[in-house]
């Protein structure tokens, strides 16, 4: 992936100015240390497909990598493993997902923060496994920033990219809070089953500057009943004009704008967020790469906090 990661050199090459200069291609697990950034692409969009929804977010991983690379890094002791793609040849999802699983808890129990880009929103439920296979005695926090609850239950195709969190729910009890939900994007049945799992949740409608203090409040109270966090964005959320390439465009989603910004930084800062993932970007039906730079900078805010 060395044509992937490059960029612009700021003077001496060894004094690692941008992102693609402390990044390191691995494939021994073992080389993981701690507090270390490490990189899977989860490069599947077999969920996408059997949830009828537009293809093409398996190609997304290395156009937000080449989107993350020129970045400047600003922590002295940053340093970027990357793991490459994992695919689905064979359409078996349940297999990649448990794939995955496996690779993340490798990552989390040599101390690692793990990083994936997706790919579907089947991502949630493969990364959530991970975590959750790591430490299963630990009372695991979910934020999902979505427009969907992505809580539909399995059809006879399987698991799909919009089942991830009933998933989630058959594996225990779930402690989730999902930020950007519209109603226009979820039935009353999804509403429903929401409110049965107690999945708490933030309307699209509630997320302006001066409800930021609702927002930060619910988003503690979260924080605080949980030992660890995952966080996962559905690049699906955001208005079109900003976020065109993803699987379910949206003309009403939420903008990246000072609010947003405010509430997701202070996600970034919780010493519990163990996991990221960004999912649905959607190449074929991005512009410019619209999507896939708000996905690199999105990913990039951790890296900075």
């Given at each position: ?47 996408v497909q ?25 922590l002295p ?200 993932d960004i ?27």
């Open positions: 992936m060395k044509n992937i990661w490059q960029g612009r050199l700021d003077g001496e090459e060894l004094l690692f100015h941008r992102i693609f200069q402390r990044v390191r291609e691995e494939d021994n697990y073992d080389t993981i240390s701690a507090d270390d950034f490490v990189l899977h692409g989860f490069a599947v969009d077999e969920g059997r949830n009828k929804g537009r293809q093409g977010a398996k190609e997304a991983p290395d156009i937000i990598r080449k989107n993350m690379a020129n970045f400047p890094v600003i002791d940053f340093s970027l493993l990357d793991f490459g793609n994992i695919v689905c040849p064979d359409g078996n999802l349940e297999n990649t997902q448990q794939d995955l699983a496996k690779r993340v808890s490798k990552v989390l129990l040599k101390g690692g923060k793990s990083i994936v880009l997706g790919g579907g929103h089947e991502v949630t439920y493969a990364h959530y496994l991970g975590v959750k296979t790591a430490f299963p005695e630990q009372k695991i926090g979910i934020i999902n920033i979505d427009a969907h609850f992505d809580n539909r239950q399995p059809e006879s195709a399987g698991a799909s990219s919009g089942t991830g969190f009933w998933q989630i729910a058959q594996e225990g009890e779930m402690n989730s809070l999902h930020i950007g939900i519209q109603r226009n994007s979820n039935t009353l049945k999804l509403f429903d089953t929401a409110h049965q799992y107690k999945m708490k949740y933030i309307l699209a409608d509630e997320i302006f500057f001066e409800n930021l203090p609702s927002v930060y409040q619910r988003i503690d109270d979260l924080l605080n009943s949980v030992d660890y966090l995952y966080l996962t964005v559905c690049m699906d959320v955001f208005n079109a004009s900003i976020a065109p390439g993803v699987s379910a465009s949206a003309y009403n989603g939420i903008f990246a704008d000072a609010a947003f910004m405010h509430f997701y930084r202070h996600i970034l800062k919780s010493q519990k967020l163990l996991a990221l999912a649905e970007v959607n190449p074929a039906f991005d512009i410019q790469d619209h999507t896939a730079r708000l996905a690199a900078t999105l990913v990039n805010e951790w890296f900075m906090i």
